[in-house]
């Protein structure tokens, strides 16, 4: 392994190692929690370094891999969180990940695994071009580079050995939550008792590019139509048989078409058919119902209950059962207004490193959706990587120093306020 004459980032790469030494691919098809064993297993390497740690105290692991523990601060500030997943996707490539650190030249393709001949070519992932002259992380060219979510956890765990041997920072308590199965549902964020988490405010590192800062995200909800027609053999079925097919084609008609993933972007919202079992007996259609705007989104959800009502109007006769669950919320909910120091702070934090905040409205969900349903105000930042889910996830080097920078430079922006302060009045249940 390559060193650096930079203590720090010596320790964020030696972590990078050490922890993508251990696969933890998550598995939607178990309906356990954490759905693999090796998410255990990183979990509880984690505990036992944390445990070595100084000023780390209230380290508690539980059965389903939820891993929290605080580093003490001054109570007289405000408690803040870092959250990281534990997971890496749950893809069909090998889950042993064997990242190395190259070199990019100017012009030049990186070869990544010289047996089977797998480049990352800068006419495939032209952002590549960016780091010339950088060193980078990269796959052999089998796996993801697991910087999603690895990045965050070198991150997380190389601030907790800072601050316990700089305990001058003077900053609040720092929690730090590592939770299993975001990839496949944000399952462990959505299990946290969030009593384990007593903090004004947390963050997730699970972005991707060097000044990314995402503080709105979807609100999110599934909806299922359950049909059970009514089924007659076709010679007798004049004005009885009720098939169940056909009304799925009708509400697929009464959905917007153009309203759909594939016709929108930034903050246009959708209705998105994502499953259908049919046959003439019974029907299950699922459907997805996204939209950052909350008003939007519960138009959305009650336009499904107006073709639930007609559905039942028209065919008396079928049994036709709508569900809809919510399942993860904007962010953005729990942070009125934009100038809150949640993100203030974030963005503050990266301009003291030199990087300019790109403000992103993220057409999906993090782990900070589902914290942020619990009334944790949760945004997100970069971890510096390009990418994620791909052989071809690369985290440069410097970005990822930077990505640990600006973590440093955030607990110091929350160390300068007081708890009694005016300034954070504003912060949700305060
Ligand atoms: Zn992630």
């Known amino acids: 392994m390559k060193t650096?004459?930079?203590?720090?980032l010596n320790e964020l790469i030696e972590r990078f190692f050490r922890y993508t030494a251990i696969p933890s691919q998550s598995d939607e098809k178990a309906?356990?929690?954490?759905?693999?064993?090796?998410?255990?297993?990183?979990?509880?390497?984690?505990?036992?370094?944390?445990?070595?740690?100084?000023?780390v105290d209230k380290i508690i692991l539980t059965d389903d891999a939820i891993l929290t523990a605080r580093i003490k601060g001054n109570p007289e500030k405000h408690a803040i969180g870092f959250v990281a997943h534990l997971d890496t996707v749950d893809i069909d490539l090998s889950d042993v990940i064997k990242p190395q650190?190259?070199?990019k030249e100017a012009g030049k393709d990186i070869l990544l695994n010289k047996e089977k001949d797998i480049w990352l070519r800068e006419s495939l992932i032209p952002a590549i071009a960016k780091y010339n002259g950088q060193d980078i992380l990269v796959t052999d060219g089998t796996s993801v580079l697991g910087a999603d979510n690895k990045a965050a956890i070198s991150v997380m765990m190389t601030l907790a050995s800072q601050l316990s041997s700089l305990p001058s920072f003077g900053c609040g308590d720092v929690y730090l939550a590592f939770v299993p199965d975001e990839e496949i549902g944000l399952l462990g964020a959505k299990a946290l008792d969030p009593k384990r988490l007593p903090v004004t405010c947390a963050y997730t590192i699970d972005s991707n590019e060097v000044g990314e800062l995402v503080c709105e995200t979807f609100n999110a909800a599934v909806a299922s139509f359950a049909i059970e027609g009514v089924p007659t053999h076709p010679m007798g079925g004049k004005n009885i048989l009720v098939n169940p097919i056909m009304i799925v084609s009708d509400i697929l008609q009464m959905l917007d078409r153009a309203a759909m993933p594939e016709h929108t972007e930034g903050r246009e919202g959708y209705i998105w058919p994502t499953d259908l079992e049919a046959n003439p007996t019974r029907a299950l259609l699922a459907l997805d119902i996204r939209d950052h705007d909350k008003e939007e989104f519960e138009k959305k959800k009650a336009a499904l209950h107006h073709i639930h009502r007609w559905l039942e109007f028209t065919y008396p006769t079928a049994k036709i059962k709508l569900t809809v669950e919510d399942i993860y919320e904007n962010i953005a909910n729990s942070i009125p207004h934009p100038d809150e120091p949640v993100v203030a702070l974030?963005?503050?934090?990266m301009k003291?490193?030199?990087?300019r905040p790109k403000y992103i409205a993220m057409r999906g969900g993090t782990d900070g959706s589902a914290l942020s349903a619990k009334g944790i105000p949760t945004p997100n930042y970069f971890t510096g990587a390009h990418h994620f889910h791909s052989i071809y996830e690369f985290l440069p080097v410097d970005s990822f120093h930077l990505c640990y920078q600006v973590t440093e430079e955030l607990v110091r922006a929350w160390a300068?306020?007081?708890?009694?302060?005016?300034e954070v009045v504003s912060l949700p249940g305060k």
């Open 346 to 349: 974030l963005a503050e934090a």
């Open 352 to 355: 003291k490193c030199g990087i």
């Open 4 to 8: 650096y004459d930079n203590a720090v």
């Open 101 to 103: 650190i190259v070199h």
């Open 31 to 55: 309906d356990v929690l954490p759905s693999s064993p090796g998410q255990m297993e990183l979990a509880q390497c984690l505990a036992e370094e944390l445990k070595q740690m100084e000023l």
């Open 416 to 422: 300068k306020i007081a708890k009694s302060s005016d």
